[in-house]
């Protein structure tokens, strides 16, 4: 039998992660990422998940009407809204952080977690310096 490749293996611990959870996976991705990085343009948004706006704007709108984030226009350029967690979406926002240690990743140590932090967050340092090579930000 043929060994997966990284990035199969990756994507498959993605779809666990994500059924177990029990939530939409782009809910979850907005939640993560707001919570990250505190606020986020609406477009920054739609170019992280590589979304369409239309869809974007549906799923935030759903979000808005359930207390998870709220929209607010930019005060320096008014056609931009700028998006962030209410207190219900931060709440959200930990409980898979506290499950993913619980539950999802019960298989692995304690060292074996602090390893795969340690190269996950290599990948995603590589692409940030990657991405600003490439988009110049």
């Not at 993560?32 to 505190?38: K, P, Q, S, T």
């Amino acid at each position: 039998m043929e060994e997966e490749t990284l990035h199969g293996l990756f994507l498959r611990c993605s779809n666990i992660i994500s059924r177990r959870l029990g939530n939409s996976a782009s809910r979850r991705r907005i939640i993560a990422l707001l919570d990250e990085r505190g606020e986020l343009t609406q477009r920054e948004l739609q170019e992280l998940l590589g979304i369409q706006a239309g869809s974007l704007s549906e799923l935030v709108g759903r979000m808005e009407e359930h207390g998870v984030v709220t929209r607010k226009p930019d005060e320096k350029d008014r056609r931009r809204t700028i998006l962030s967690l209410t207190e219900t979406g931060r709440k959200r926002a930990a409980e898979p952080r506290q499950m993913g240690d619980e539950r999802l990743f019960s298989a692995l140590s304690e060292e074996e977690r602090e390893q795969l932090r340690g190269m996950l967050q290599k990948i995603i340092d590589a692409h940030d310096r990657w991405k600003s090579r490439e988009c110049g930000k």
